[in-house]
């Protein structure tokens, strides 16, 4: 039985009133939390939900959420986590292709959700600190077991290239994701979780995730994110383990750091997103020098956690995410499906028991996803060392071809970072009529700074070669990112070339 109320019912047995999940001010033990999902999985049996019924959450962060997918798995049922942030016709477009039965929102996503023709259930401040606020049932105590082949969740990616893809996660890959995030951080019931990324993200979610309560261990949440909230939480909670996107540590690190509390508590902090520039993984030393920063690499096509930086090869190994885990055989192909030898870049492609089966309503687009041999086409572009470390290069839909010349964006995005007045980077291909296409980067600048293409262009050829080098520059306010931190390029592209 691999249902995820199998575990929350051993410790709710095992350890009644240790602290299971804590979330605005109120404090479940894990007997009190198995009474709530029993009680929940009741309210949604009254909906109609059942073995194999997909439930969408469009929620924010919240012990409903948690609760929820406790519930949902305790059904047999199957839950489909929705991006809050999008518009009601992207909701539509998910829902619906999905084939969702239910769908749960906090009563803030309303409209989004009022032109769906499913049945829609709303969450108001008090059912998002416990759902048996709007779902509450005669308790459910048997569970309807689930093997390791079944569904628990599909997963729709954040669609940074294309139309967003229903991701598939069967039992099984949630459960061999749990075992390596378990032998790479070493967890134990001890161990303390701050969630403040977005949950229905698969790096917010997973990056342990459950894997803490796989152990015992306590998950605090919380709605939103707020630098100052999350570290006065990880002083006050003793959090020894936290996921951030870049963009949240640099938050985090832009703090007055004479004014901060006690962070010794805090163990690890996983990075997910776009790569890490190496003067953040530097500076996070400074702010935390009890923590370990660990790059890591992953999908939401392997549940992410893929490769993880290792102990004591931080600075050694700088500029790598690291090693790839134990359930994972990671492997650098060329367009032919070749492996290619060391230090020389290509798609990193990835085969193991957490790689999904493929995507929900999608043969097509599952078949394009895979070599024969089952090795999943990430389509971003990396390398691996002598020693085996995973670096990353770029997205293949990301690579500019300048007059049949290969350039990576993110290498020259690594080198405008260095200059002082640039806060943030992308690089994009313009078209071009003589070369096809040429790099034009799109920067946000420090505070009450400036940079013209003459300062930008020299720079950038102090570094690299004439043809790398930018072509062009557009100076913008913010650069539109998903939750996990990620460029979205496509979106980016849309933007700056309908002005140009």
């Not at 050829?461 to 790398?468: Q, V, Y």
Request: charged residues 25%.
């Amino acid at each position: 039985m691999h249902n995820l109320t199998t575990q929350l019912m051993y410790h709710a047995r095992v350890t009644p009133g240790s602290e299971a999940l804590i979330y605005d001010g109120t404090r479940l033990s894990w007997q009190a939390l198995n009474e709530r999902v029993q009680e929940i999985a009741g309210g949604l049996r009254a909906e109609g939900i059942g073995p194999g019924s997909i439930v969408a959450l469009m929620m924010k962060n919240s012990s409903a959420f948690i609760e929820l997918l406790y519930a949902i798995s305790h059904l047999g049922a199957v839950s489909l986590p929705v991006n809050y942030r999008l518009s009601g016709e992207e909701v539509a477009y998910i829902v619906d292709h999905a084939g969702a039965d239910l769908v749960i929102g906090d009563t803030e996503f309303a409209p989004a959700l009022a032109s769906l023709q499913q049945p829609t259930v709303l969450l108001d401040e008090a059912a998002q600190a416990d759902a048996r606020g709007a779902l509450r049932g005669d308790p459910v105590r048997r569970v309807h077991p689930r093997a390791g082949e079944d569904l628990f969740r599909v997963m729709y990616t954040s669609g940074t290239t294309d139309r967003p893809k229903g991701v598939t996660h069967s039992y099984d890959n949630l459960h061999y994701k749990n075992m390596d995030m378990v032998t790479a951080l070493q967890l134990r019931a001890c161990d303390r979780l701050c969630m403040v990324g977005p949950l229905y993200h698969v790096g917010a979610c997973d990056l342990p995730g459950l894997a803490v309560h796989g152990m015992g261990g306590t998950l605090v949440v919380l709605r939103d994110f707020d630098p100052k909230d999350v570290v006065t939480t990880i002083a006050d909670e003793k959090i020894t383990g936290i996921w951030l996107a870049p963009v949240m540590t640099s938050g985090i690190l832009a703090l007055d750091r004479g004014t901060l509390p006690d962070l010794s508590s805090l163990k690890w902090c996983i990075a997910g997103g776009d790569r890490t520039p190496q003067s953040r993984i530097r500076d996070f030393g400074k702010v935390f020098s009890s923590a370990r920063y660990i790059d890591a690499y992953g999908m939401t096509e392997t549940v992410s956690g893929d490769t993880m930086m290792e102990p004591g090869r931080e600075i050694e190994k700088i500029g790598s995410v690291g090693r790839p885990v134990s359930m994972v055989e990671l492997e650098i192909r060329d367009d032919a499906g070749v492996a290619l030898p060391p230090d020389v870049s290509g798609e990193i492609c990835m085969r193991g028991p957490k790689v999904t089966r493929g995507y929900w309503n999608d043969p097509q687009r599952s078949i394009a996803a895979m070599h024969p041999d089952g090795f999943l086409r990430s389509g971003d572009v990396g390398y691996l060392d002598e020693d085996g470390f995973l670096f990353l290069t770029d997205r293949k839909k990301d690579m500019i071809i300048s007059g049949g010349e290969n350039i990576a964006s993110s290498e020259l995005e690594r080198v405008i970072h260095m200059i002082p007045e640039v806060a943030d980077v992308a690089v994009i291909a313009s078209p071009d009529p003589k070369w096809g296409e040429v790099p034009l980067a799109v920067v946000v600048l420090e505070p009450d700074t400036s940079l013209d293409f003459d300062q930008l262009a020299g720079f950038c050829r102090e570094h690299l070669a004439g043809f790398k080098c930018p072509k062009g520059l557009r100076v913008v306010d913010e650069l539109p990112r998903n939750p996990s931190g990620k460029i979205l390029k496509r979106v980016l592209r849309d933007q700056v070339l309908s002005d140009t």
